[in-house]
């Protein structure tokens, strides 16, 4: 059966920029008018204005969300000789980030309701680290999809522990644990600034914040080869700057995305009647949480079916993430698994799968999708 329209994208970064074309365009047009490219001006004012919205003192901005995890932990002095522990339902880059660290990633397993870090076993390993690893000294949940993980018997484990949490924000711009932000909970927080983020780039970008200033402080200078004076190293540091074009753009991008969110909420909802009756059920939020909806995951054993008939229908789908990090060739066999062996993370890879969700989508594309949902 042919499509009855053209095929509508799973996501569509395009979509975002020409929304926002003349205003982007404008700070395009500052930054370069400027003649500063690097740690200049609009740096420095996305900077403050994310940490204002974010309702924190401090944030840095950094080449990507990868490195502003890194930049946390070399921060915060966890390398090597250090266990991190956090997921293998997540991007890759969680776990890259930790080894970039030197540290040693603990991977555990999730809840399979909303796929976020199963906080039981955060607390049993805490209690009872696994024999043969470095001591634990991070953890690292991450609010996937856009959801809060369950926040409360964490920080209270990590408390107990001492183990510092950080939090990877990376889909979760704007969400909300207890009527508080997302990012305001840990010691630290990272955010990925990629192009499909809730808050994207047009190009590789990240943001890292905290309320503890001295760490901040130290993290600004790792980020540029530990200068605290320009040419003298007084860290160890490394190279992972935000550009001034990316912080121009973003800061155009910054003044909508509590909007944005509130389109994507919308949207979700439509998805959620439309799902009624037909065997699939809308994803399940936490009780007293804000979900943003970086992505609408739905869970079917027959995933690979359900997919093509969307396609059919001229739907385009994705997968967060088919293969967990875990039974990936470059760790598997090699990274440490908590008790539950991440047995319901290869679960839920093998049945999620993702919706078109970005807040451009026109009504008429919603219906298209809920369309094609209620004839599955």
């Not at 776990?95 to 309701?113: F, K, Q, R, S």
């Not at 130290?218 to 007084?234: C, F, L, N, V």
């Amino acid at each position: 059966m042919n499509a009855p329209h053209a095929m509508l994208p799973f996501a569509d970064p395009g979509a975002g920029y020409r929304a926002l074309q003349p205003e982007i365009d404008a700070a395009v047009a500052r930054a370069l008018a400027s003649g500063w490219y690097i740690l200049g001006a609009e740096g420095e004012a996305f900077e403050r204005e994310f940490a204002e919205w974010l309702g924190l003192p401090r944030a840095v901005g950094c080449a990507n969300g990868t490195d502003a995890l890194m930049l946390i932990l070399r921060g915060m002095g966890i390398g090597p000789g250090c266990t991190v522990a956090t997921v293998s339902h997540t991007a890759v880059a969680t776990v890259a980030a930790i080894e970039m660290a030197g540290a040693t990633p603990l991977l555990l397993d999730i809840d399979p309701e909303t796929y976020t870090m199963d906080a039981d076993e955060l607390a049993a390993v805490l209690e009872e680290p696994p024999p043969g690893l470095p001591p634990i000294r991070a953890a690292i949940p991450v609010h996937i999809y856009g959801q809060a993980c369950d926040l409360g018997p964490m920080l209270e484990a990590c408390r107990a522990a001492d183990v510092r949490l950080i939090e990877d924000c990376a889909q979760a711009h704007g969400a909300a644990w207890q009527g508080q932000r997302l990012g305001t909970l840990g010691e630290a927080a990272a955010f990925s600034l990629y192009p499909t983020k809730n808050l994207g780039a047009l190009g590789d970008g990240g943001i890292l914040a905290t309320a503890d200033a001295e760490l901040a402080d130290r993290i600004a200078a790792i980020r540029q080869y530990g200068w605290k004076r320009r040419y003298i190293s007084d860290l160890v540091g490394v190279n992972s700057r935000l550009d001034e074009l990316q912080a121009a753009i973003l800061r155009v991008k910054l003044q909508y995305l509590d909007a944005q969110n509130a389109r994507r909420q919308q949207i979700a909802a439509a998805y959620d009647a439309a799902l009624a009756g037909t065997g699939l059920t809308p994803p399940v939020r936490r009780p007293g949480c804000e979900h943003v909806f970086h992505l609408y995951v739905l869970r079917h054993p027959e995933r690979d079916a359900i997919m093509a008939a969307l396609k059919a229908q001229g739907i385009g789908t994705g997968i967060h993430y088919p293969v967990p990090v875990h039974e990936q060739s470059a760790y598997e066999g090699r990274v440490a698994l908590g008790p539950a062996d991440c047995d319901e993370t290869s679960r839920a890879a093998r049945e999620v799968f993702s919706l078109p969700m970005y807040p451009e989508l026109t009504d008429e594309q919603v219906e298209r999708v809920c369309t094609a949902l209620r004839a599955l």
